[in-house]
């Protein structure tokens, strides 16, 4: 599977080790930075993955900072992507099955590899169940259509 990655100064160290372990698996991996520790600011790289995926390049995407929220909050501003912070395996299975989530974010103040490794193996194998959940995912798909534009506001 081709991943896209990339994490900020403060998920730099734990997306390094994820990395490896994903090309060690077999997984083409495309890494979009951070490449050191140096502060650097996390919407540059949520950005660069989330274009990454929904454009098609990228079967799925994994991102990492601190909390794994502002990597979330930054890559769900793409049309199309659905990125969910998680830090327990049933939330990624649920969020993977439920919600088809495209990209995942993580917190590295709250998970070493030990317990993000098997989130991401979650991740990259559970399947979108569909039924129920494709008509979810539609309104969430017209919510984004139509709120597209910055709404006008009366001066």
């Given at each position: ?46 950005e ?10 990228s ?45 995942l ?51």
């Amino acid at each position: 599977m081709r991943i896209a990655i990339a994490a900020d100064h403060a998920g730099f160290a734990l997306k390094e080790k994820l990395r490896l372990k994903l090309a060690g698996e077999g997984h083409e991996v495309v890494d979009f930075g951070t490449n050191s520790t140096e502060p650097c600011d996390y919407p540059d790289f949520a950005e660069r993955v989330a274009h990454d995926v929904v454009e098609g390049r990228s079967e799925r995407g994994i991102l990492v900072c601190s909390t794994g929220i502002g990597m979330a909050i930054a890559a769900n501003k793409v049309w199309g992507v659905r990125a969910a912070p998680a830090e327990y395996e049933d939330e990624v299975r649920l969020t993977r099955a439920h919600n088809d989530a495209n990209v995942l974010t993580l917190g590295s103040r709250y998970l070493d590899e030990e317990r993000a490794w098997p989130l991401i193996r979650i991740f990259l194998s559970e399947e979108f169940m569909g039924g129920r959940h494709a008509r979810r995912l539609a309104k969430i798909a017209a919510i984004e259509k139509s709120n597209l534009q910055e709404p006008e506001v009366d001066r």
